[in-house]
């Protein structure tokens, strides 16, 4: 009966030994995973912000054109011109 009984808490242990095993390499995938969604997200970022850059840019340009036209509509007495 004590034979049973090790044999059987030394199969539990090592079962136990293989499922904590098991769990750390998922968790360490796992973290390699978010670890390279994180430098994804980054790398779109920086695309977006590069672009946002470029997009501002011709913003300003069209704003001070929009203000110039704006100023020679609403000079009346042909001044400006």
């Known amino acids: 009966m004590r034979s049973i009984a090790v044999v059987v808490g030394g ?11 098991s769990a750390d390499q998922q968790r360490v995938a796992a973290l390699q995973e978010a670890k390279a969604a994180v430098e994804d997200a980054r790398g779109e970022v920086a695309e977006l912000r590069a672009a946002n850059h470029g997009l501002s840019e011709k913003l300003a340009a069209l704003q001070s054109q929009i203000a110039e036209q704006d100023a020679q509509l609403s000079d009346v007495t042909g001044f400006l011109q």
């Open 11 to 21: 199969l539990l242990v090592i079962g136990g030994g293989v499922l904590v095993v």
